[in-house]
């Protein structure tokens, strides 16, 4: 009766798409960051160990949007590593920045520009902004896919990896940074 009453909660589960929803991390003090998140899925696939696949979703109710909104800023959402081993973009010998990662969302009109990378001389994280976030709608999933390329020197070790929520007042040339939060949502220890 017990594994019966299991398998039926699991399909239950299952059929309503219920999705594990954290709380931890300094996102949950902040009125204005995503109300839910999941946790951060990462995949390596055996036959395309060159890559890593992120995958988070994430939601703001009402009363978080509506404070968000008030800000009038921006939002961002970011994957951060404590090291260099995973790349969305890179710079190469001549200057030229390439995107060799890539990425896949259901937020509106993103964009990745201005992503911070350590071998562009910032910090080691993907960016993903929403420069009209009056786009955003309460009570909808939010999904980010993240693509990156992974460093064969590194392969074998560990890092920690944050996804964070960022936000920065509208200014010029799109960034106020008298009016500048961040909070992490989700902490963990990745294999590189």
Same mark, same amino acid.
């Given at each position: 009766m017990k594994? $019966? /009453?299991?398998? /039926? #909660?699991? $399909?239950? $589960?299952?059929a309503v798409g219920i999705q594990q929803v954290i709380a931890d991390g300094s996102c949950t003090d902040c009125n204005w960051a995503p109300s839910s998140w999941t946790s951060v899925s990462v995949i390596i696939y055996p036959d395309s160990p060159n890559y890593a696949e992120t995958q988070q979703s994430f939601v703001w109710y009402y009363e978080n949007l509506e404070a968000f909104l008030a800000l009038d800023a921006y939002y961002q959402y970011e994957i951060r590593r404590d %090291? @260099?081993?995973w790349d969305y973009m890179i710079q190469e010998e001549t200057g030229q #920045?390439?995107? #060799?990662?890539?990425y896949w969302t259901t937020l509106p009109n993103p964009t990745d520009m201005w992503t911070e990378e350590a071998d562009l001389g910032g910090d080691e994280e993907f960016e993903l902004k929403i420069l009209s976030?009056?786009?955003?709608? !309460?009570?909808t999933w939010y999904v980010?896919?993240?693509e990156f390329? %992974? @460093? !064969?020197?590194?392969r074998g070790t560990t890092f920690t /990896?944050?996804?964070?929520?960022?936000?920065c007042g509208r200014g010029w040339p799109f960034?106020?940074?008298? %009016?500048l939060d961040w909070c992490t949502m989700t902490e963990q220890t990745e294999g590189a």
């Open positions: 594994r $019966l /009453l299991a398998l /039926l #909660i699991g $399909l239950l $589960l299952i %090291r @260099d081993v #920045i390439v995107v #060799i990662g890539s976030p009056e786009d955003l709608s !309460p009570d980010v896919y993240v390329w %992974r @460093d !064969p020197e590194d /990896l944050w996804s964070e929520s960022e936000y960034c106020d940074f008298g %009016r």
